[in-house]
């Protein structure tokens, strides 16, 4: 199979470059550069690595286990296997018993049989024989406060929980270096520029509360290859940016922030809609025209400090903030 640039294979296999790269931090895939040639590629063993993992990841095997299965031998790789399967047998009969008793239930009530509570036409042993080997705790059904909830209330149970994470945030204004790149893997490619300005300008012990915004500019478009993002990372007022990064000076502004772990950068959804519902304040998004996500930034925490130590192995875990400007209703 003939290389494939990142792009490419995100396109083929619709999973996006961002996850791709997450593969590769995980160790499970491995890009290279080919000479005289811009971008990073795919060989083919790492195509059918992306091919492997995107099936497994279907069969709903975490990324940890698929990853000792990409490194184990067929012994450890059928071990994982055989457990999957065994879950995927006890659920399946989870539902399989939660749907026999549904359609009993169902053939209950539509019985001709009249009573103040339709319910009560229902004799309790008869109920109580339906749902007697039915499992109240694993497999997707959950007990609290002595009751079954529905996928519905753990969905909201997630969302108030995620909810209670967010935060208000005032970013003060700042003067900050900035560079854009347009192109294929733009983040890596414009984070790699920032990298080497922290190091060889020793920002850190220059400005130790350094911080380290992104953005994609221009925004991707369905249909087009190529998108762009911005970094900005904070420098002292009287710092110049060597070329070629630019100068800037950011207002600041009230953010709505939660913090995520990489890559799960679909959590913007959830930030978006909570604002959407909160009674306070509203979204205070920039001119849309200019395609920059609308003034919406990803702090990636911890960054500048481990740029400057060279990115250590057992240096800080990585999270990011996303930030949406916000303002009162």
Same mark, same amino acid.
């Given at each position: 199979?003939?290389?494939?640039?990142?792009?490419? #294979?995100?396109? &083929?296999?619709?999973?996006?470059? &961002?996850?791709?790269?997450?593969?590769?931090? +995980?160790?499970?895939?491995?890009?290279?550069?080919?000479?005289?040639?811009?971008?990073?590629?795919?060989?083919?063993?790492? #195509?059918?690595? *992306?091919?492997?993992?995107?099936?497994?990841?279907?069969?709903?095997?975490?990324?940890?286990?698929?990853?000792?299965?990409?490194?184990?031998?067929?012994?450890?790789? $059928?071990?994982? +296997?055989?457990?999957?399967? &065994?879950?995927?047998?006890?659920?399946?009969?989870? *539902?399989?018993?939660?749907?026999?008793?549904?359609?009993?239930?169902?053939?209950?009530?539509?019985?001709?049989? =009249?009573?103040?509570?339709? +319910?009560?036409? $229902?004799?309790?042993?008869?109920?109580?024989?339906?749902?007697? %080997?039915?499992?109240?705790?694993?497999?997707?059904?959950? !007990?609290?406060?002595?009751?079954?909830?529905?996928?519905?209330?753990?969905?909201?149970?997630?969302?108030?929980?995620?909810?209670?994470?967010?935060?208000? #945030?005032?970013?003060?204004?700042?003067?900050?270096?900035?560079?854009?790149?347009?192109?294929?893997?733009?983040?890596? @490619?414009?984070?790699?520029?920032?990298?080497?300005?922290?190091?060889?300008?020793? +920002?850190?012990?220059?400005?130790?509360?350094?911080?380290? =915004?992104?953005?994609? @500019?221009?925004?991707?478009?369905?249909?087009? !290859?190529?998108?762009?993002?911005?970094?900005?990372?904070? $420098?002292?007022?009287?710092?110049?940016?060597?070329?070629?990064? #630019?100068?800037?000076? =950011?207002?600041?502004?009230?953010?709505?922030?939660?913090?995520?772990? %990489?890559?799960? %950068?679909?959590?913007?959804? %959830?930030?978006?809609?909570?604002?959407?519902?909160?009674?306070?304040?509203?979204?205070?998004?920039?001119?849309?025209?200019?395609?920059?996500?609308?003034?919406?930034?990803?702090? @990636?925490?911890?960054?500048?400090?481990?740029?400057?130590?060279?990115?250590?192995?057992?240096?800080?875990?990585?999270?990011?903030?996303?930030?949406?400007?916000?303002?009162?209703?």
């Amino acid at each position: 199979m003939e290389e494939m640039t990142i792009s490419e #294979v995100s396109r &083929r296999y619709q999973i996006s470059a &961002r996850m791709l790269r997450h593969y590769e931090k +995980l160790g499970m895939i491995e890009s290279k550069r080919r000479q005289g040639y811009a971008y990073r590629v795919y060989d083919g063993e790492a #195509v059918r690595r *992306v091919r492997q993992i995107i099936v497994l990841r279907r069969l709903q095997i975490p990324l940890k286990k698929i990853r000792r299965m990409l490194e184990g031998d067929r012994e450890q790789a $059928i071990c994982i +296997l055989e457990d999957q399967i &065994r879950d995927v047998r006890q659920s399946a009969a989870s *539902v399989k018993q939660i749907r026999d008793a549904l359609e009993k239930l169902l053939e209950l009530l539509q019985r001709e049989t =009249f009573a103040e509570n339709h +319910l009560d036409t $229902i004799s309790e042993a008869e109920l109580l024989k339906m749902t007697e %080997f039915l499992p109240l705790e694993k497999y997707h059904l959950k !007990e609290e406060r002595g009751m079954e909830q529905t996928k519905e209330t753990d969905r909201m149970q997630e969302m108030v929980k995620k909810a209670e994470n967010v935060r208000y #945030v005032m970013l003060p204004p700042c003067t900050v270096a900035a560079y854009q790149y347009i192109g294929e893997n733009p983040e890596d @490619h414009a984070g790699n520029v920032v990298c080497e300005f922290v190091r060889e300008s020793r +920002l850190y012990e220059k400005k130790p509360d350094a911080r380290m =915004f992104g953005f994609n @500019h221009p925004d991707p478009e369905e249909g087009k !290859e190529i998108y762009g993002y911005e970094f900005w990372v904070t $420098i002292p007022e009287d710092m110049e940016a060597p070329a070629p990064l #630019v100068k800037k000076e =950011f207002s600041g502004g009230l953010y709505a922030a939660c913090t995520i772990k %990489f890559p799960d %950068f679909h959590e913007w959804q %959830f930030l978006v809609e909570w604002v959407k519902q909160n009674e306070r304040y509203q979204e205070d998004y920039s001119d849309m025209s200019e395609k920059n996500m609308g003034g919406c930034l990803e702090e @990636h925490l911890n960054w500048v400090y481990s740029a400057h130590m060279g990115w250590p192995e057992n240096g800080i875990d990585g999270k990011l903030d996303l930030l949406l400007p916000i303002k009162p209703r």
